[in-house]
């Protein structure tokens, strides 16, 4: 292989080739296992590798996956996908893991990312969004409570959104708040806690958006990075994917999106009677909860990680931090403290570009 791990690449090798020898994978003769080569692929925002498996003269490819052991349980992880697919959700099949390594031998749904096939036509937004949202729906039916995943407590909740003060405020912005900030920031995000735990709880992915779902022609829309799930809030999931850190609508469609995913879950039952404005609100304040937590999270791995392409998203998200924000009379204390103190700290960073928060338009 080409390129294996610096620190266990002989093993690493060895380990994929022996597992695809065992399963006699594929039909792959052992000459073409033996051949076979690694090419890296574009890193998640974790610590995880991730390499995609090559064979000559074989259009079959594998993703082989090196993750910190003391991060990523690798049997929970075979466990949510084969949950998953059993609730028709198409996850990556596991073909093999290396207990106590954190390696993972995986099913390949190609590169073609969902973030990729609207940039690439927008028009397709709305059907590539309807199956999305039909996925999520059949996602959030999963009922095995028997995955050993947490629940979002609120003391999860909180530690998530303490990331927006330490690492973008105090790290990035240079910036630190007096006490009555300090207090407007405990309230607003009380507030948070609170929106959160009144929805019906469900299986959350955590990470549901464009550059986590994989367009596949003629089969399913691919799900991949689940390993974060969670019991959370219904909405939480559905406002990744339509206020998505990476892309941005105009309000009134995703107003118009997020409303019809309510049909949908109210149709399978995973709602009740939830009006409206109800529902609009528990979504937009658990996006404004998402998005404080992404401003910290996106910070840190710039100062900490060295992953200083996400410094190119700050200004969408923060953009629905303050949208969110001046939108409820609740938070008007936060929103002037983002608008006032905040902004115009923001807008002397270099990574600031006032045109990657414009809405594309439909």
Request: proline share 4%.
């Amino acid at each position: 292989m080409t390129e294996p791990l610096p620190e266990t690449g002989a093993e690493f090798e060895h380990w994929i080739k022996q597992q695809l020898v065992n399963l006699s994978f594929a039909s792959l003769s052992n000459e073409q296992i033996n051949h076979a080569f690694l090419s890296t692929l574009t890193g998640d925002a974790g610590f995880r590798r991730y390499f995609r498996v090559n064979f000559p003269n074989s259009p079959i490819t594998l993703i082989a996956a090196a993750c910190p052991a003391t991060t990523v349980n690798t049997t929970l992880f075979h466990e949510l996908s084969e949950s998953l697919n059993g609730s028709g959700v198409s996850a990556p099949q596991v073909i093999a893991i290396k207990e106590g390594k954190g390696w993972l031998l995986l099913e390949d749904f190609g590169d073609d990312l969902l973030l990729a096939a609207l940039s690439e036509d927008a028009l397709n937004a709305q059907m590539l969004y309807a199956e999305a949202a039909m996925t999520l729906v059949s996602l959030q039916l999963n009922h095995d409570y028997d995955l050993d995943i947490e629940s979002y407590s609120p003391h999860k909740l909180q530690a998530e959104m303490a990331l927006f003060e330490t690492w973008f405020v105090e790290q990035q912005l240079g910036l630190s708040f007096n006490g009555e900030q300090k207090q407007i920031l405990k309230q607003s995000f009380d507030t948070l806690i609170h929106n959160a735990l009144v929805q019906p709880q469900v299986l959350v992915h955590r990470d549901y958006h464009s550059r986590n779902l994989i367009v596949r022609d003629g089969l399913p829309l691919g799900v991949i990075d689940f390993q974060d799930a969670v019991w959370g809030p219904i909405t939480y999931d559905l406002v990744s994917l339509f206020k998505d850190c990476y892309v941005r609508w105009q309000p009134e469609q995703i107003k118009r999106w997020a409303l019809n995913y309510r049909e949908l879950a109210t149709d399978a039952g995973l709602l009740a009677d939830v009006d409206e404005t109800t529902f609009m609100r528990w979504f937009d304040l658990m996006g404004l909860q998402r998005h404080i937590k992404v401003l910290g999270i996106f910070a840190r791995l710039n100062l900490r990680d060295a992953k200083p392409n996400y410094l190119n998203d700050l200004t969408r998200v923060f953009a629905y931090t303050l949208d969110a924000a001046e939108h409820y009379s609740e938070l008007a204390s936060f929103a002037d403290l983002l608008r006032d103190v905040v902004l115009p700290a923001v807008k002397l960073q270099p990574w600031y570009n006032p045109d990657s928060a414009k809405p594309w338009q439909l």
